[in-house]
């Protein structure tokens, strides 16, 4: 099992990783963060926060091991510069690496790459690197996987009741494909009707991955697969309404029109539309409808989607 651990880019899905470490599993774990600048509030709550320069492989060779570190988990997103983004995820691997790590798990946690490998060209570096990681951590024999975990639940979450993801901006509208707080609700059905998209909670994910760092070294499979719930797209509009008591609007849109909206978006040099436009895609093409979940994880209990909708939806929750 992994001992040492290493949370690289704390901020956004890294944190829901951070908090069942910090607060749960310091027994079983030492936990080091680093971070681009200072954050106060882990280190109040027992984690060790390392300010990190991602340009520079030396001072991140130091900082991992300073930390004895057997296992990195990598969190790092800039989808404004991602020639940064791709910069930094491969000096810290060759730091990683030079330093001695035998667990790697990179920043995927998305949909099927396997049957779906190339990514939306917001994220196009992920597959470059899934190929360079592959290659590196098979060559040093570090162990390595990729989440695969569906979408993530807290996309659908309140305006101001996402602990881990960004709300949209208030100017642009919300084109997410369940839509509870809208004057008139609704669900969006993306793609095949009948598809069973997988969908996972991030507090679910991390749970799940601690599981996968109690496993023994050499168990990990280079895929691992995790989905909370399953349902289709017609099954949530489903239980939305009955959640709301009331009618909810449902919105049948093609694979077709989830591929122009693309190229629309694309032509806009929109780059918040051309995120979301190719979110939509991702949500409609199958790629989010995943295998049986990796055997580790039998028995965890995740939060179902009817049970976070009625948290957050229910009556009483106004």
Sequence with gaps: MSENIVIAGPGGLGESYGSPFVFGYLRRFKVAVFSRSQKPELEKKGAAVKVVDYNDIPSLRAAIKSTQADTLLSFIVDLKNPDAMARSHRNLLEAAVLEGIKRFVPAEYANDVVRFPVPPSSEADKLHFREHAARVCRAHDVEY???????IMDFFLPRGKKKYIADLPPEFPNILPVYAEA????????????????????DDIAKGMVRLLLQPYGSWDEITYLSGDRMSWEEAAEILGRILDRKVETRYVSLDDLKQEVREAHGSYDLMRVECAE??????????????NTICFEGMETKRFEQVMREHYGKGND
Excluded: Y
Excluded at 145 to 151: A, F, H, P, S, V
Excluded at 188 to 200: A, K, N
């Design 145 to 151: 996987t990729l989440i695969c975990n569906g979408i």
């Design 183 to 202: 004057d008139a609700p609704r669900v969006m059905v993306l793609g095949g009707p009948e598809d069973r998209i997988s969908m996972t909670l991030a």
């Design 279 to 292: 979110l939509n895609e991702a949500f409609g093409n199958g790629s989010e409808v995943l295998p049986a």
